[in-house]
């Protein structure tokens, strides 16, 4: 079963707002990975994280692995209609497949 | 580079039905990964293949399930006597090693 809580669920807001969401685990991953998924397509990769206390920017994005190696969370800043999706988180340890969360549905209302 | 590929985007099919999917990976990309997804839900692992190699099956693959990568490079999966149950969004996904994986736009797949 699913390893990984993410939270919120789902979120409305408003354009231009700042956004943040969290994941995190009972067991320690090495590797933490943020998707966004739009309808009728895959996962596309955002950000991967491989450091504990690694913090990386890609744009408006920024996420942060943490210290405890048990959570991470993502943040979005000045968020635009584009923005609107799903967004996982996915852990790995070594070489075992990803697993995700059951991801935050994000809502942006212009 | 065209990206991670798969066949066909949609599927309906009676019950009891076979179906099979392909996917075409990344040229360079040696694993290849199956996973299934159903609404409001993340991804969930089913199998993967580094080169022609079957690594790893989830307990989700049943024995009506099965996949195949005969020359390391595009892969095939079959589901035998479809239920409804296998309503779902197969994804196919490929990495060169451990990076994070590039997934395709997926199989929807519906069992009526």
């Known amino acids: 079963g699913q390893q990984l809580n993410q939270s919120p669920q789902s979120m409305f807001i408003q354009e231009g707002e700042d956004v943040s969401m969290n994941c995190t685990s009972s067991s320690i991953f090495n590797t933490w990975l943020w998707y966004k998924q739009e309808p009728g397509e895959g996962p596309v990769l955002l950000i991967a994280l491989y450091k504990a206390g690694e913090l990386t920017s890609n744009g408006r994005l920024t996420a942060q692995f943490g210290i405890t190696r048990k959570d991470s969370f993502l943040n979005i800043s000045a968020s635009i209609p584009s923005d609107v999706g799903i967004y996982f988180c996915?852990?790995?340890?070594?070489?075992?497949?990803?697993?995700f969360g059951k991801g935050t549905r994000l809502s942006v209302i212009a | 580079d065209t990206g991670v590929s798969q066949d066909p985007r949609h599927k309906i099919t009676k019950r009891g039905q076979n179906v099979t999917f392909r996917c075409d990976p990344i040229?360079?990309?040696?694993?290849l990964y199956w996973y299934r997804q159903t609404l409001g839900q993340g991804p969930e692992f089913l199998t993967y293949f580094q080169n022609e190699a079957q690594l790893e099956k989830s307990r989700l693959l049943s024995d009506r399930f099965s996949a195949e990568r005969p020359k390391g490079s595009f892969s095939t999966l079959e589901i035998q006597r479809t239920e409804q149950g296998d309503s779902a969004m197969y994804l196919c996904a490929s990495s060169l090693s451990t990076d994070g994986y590039t997934f395709g736009s997926g199989t929807r797949l519906t069992v009526v």
């Open positions: 040229s360079e990309h040696n694993r």
């Open positions: 996915a852990v790995s340890s070594g070489n075992t497949p990803l697993v």
